[in-house]
């Protein structure tokens, strides 16, 4: 049995979720549930979860004030959230279980199987979160905490320079002149990164518009980056690159 806490402020989301976890989820119980991070702390401490159902803004803070309180290696958590957009992907990039308000049931049981099966380390877990925290107080995606063989690595997407798509994975390549290969398709990134100022080029493709050098014109044209890279753009995508790059 998955012994979890509930930390959520609205008594209707309160409610919800907990039905919602007793119908649906038979291997989780549910052994207490707090409205404010001192109660949560205490509950915590005192009772040692297996998992947490952790909202993001409480009446007394946040969700991640609230992990700075308690003792790592923290339990499961599963962040319940009516996010912003880029925290939104900011989660799925990072692999972090969460959950969108209202909850989906359905989602709800492949959060907790998630939760349960995929394990990081404190130190991986702590990143991650890390990351989150600093996208929710910018109010935009301003870093990445990125999985890679060895662990996790935070990566401000100011520092990146591009992305090349390499079958199922994806090298970055950051303005130091180091990379980092992701075990992600560069579609995630592209995802990831709408919205910003990064833009697909080419199928293999994706650059930071700020490090643009000089375009030189052709059938789709070809972008030269302060790094010295040369880059083809697609001739689908050529009108909407130029439209992008005159609107800096």
């Known amino acids: 049995m998955i012994r979890s806490i509930i930390i959520e402020d609205e008594p209707h989301s309160q409610k919800t979720l907990h039905n919602f976890i007793k119908k649906y989820c038979a291997q989780v119980e549910v052994v207490s549930v707090a409205s404010t991070i001192k109660m949560a702390v205490e509950q915590v401490h005192l009772l040692n979860p297996d998992l947490i159902f952790l909202d993001i803004d409480l009446p007394d803070g946040t969700g991640f ?3 700075e309180q ?4 923290w339990p499961g958590i599963i962040f319940v959230t009516a996010y912003n957009q880029y925290a939104v992907k900011a989660f799925q990039i990072s692999a972090i279980d969460y959950l969108l ?8 049981v492949k959060a907790i199987e998630k939760a349960n099966h995929s394990k990081d380390n404190p130190e991986q ?5 890390a990351a989150l925290h600093e996208n929710r107080l910018s109010g935009r995606l301003s870093k990445m905490a990125l999985p ?8 401000k997407i100011d520092e990146v320079i591009r992305l090349e798509a390499d079958g199922n994975y994806t090298t970055i390549f950051l303005k130091d002149q180091s990379k980092i290969l992701v075990s ?4 995630e990134f592209e995802a990831l990164l709408e919205d910003t100022h990064f833009f697909r ?13 000089r375009y030189i ?12 890279s040369q880059l083809e753009v697609a001739r689908r995508r050529k009108e909407e690159f130029l439209k992008r790059i005159t609107s800096l």
């Not at 308690?70 to 290696?73: A, F, G, V």
């Not at 890679?148 to 990566?155: A, D, E, K, P, S």
């Open 65 to 67: 004030e609230l992990l």
């Open 70 to 73: 308690i003792k790592q290696p």
């Open 101 to 108: 308000k209202p909850v989906d049931p359905e989602l709800l």
């Open 125 to 129: 877990q702590a990143k991650k979160i």
């Open 148 to 155: 890679t063989q060895n662990g996790i690595q935070l990566v």
């Open 184 to 187: 992600k398709k560069i579609k």
């Open 201 to 213: 080029i080419h199928q293999s493709h994706i650059v930071n518009l700020e490090v643009i050098d």
């Open 217 to 228: 014109k052709g059938e789709g044209g070809t972008v030269i980056l302060e790094d010295g």
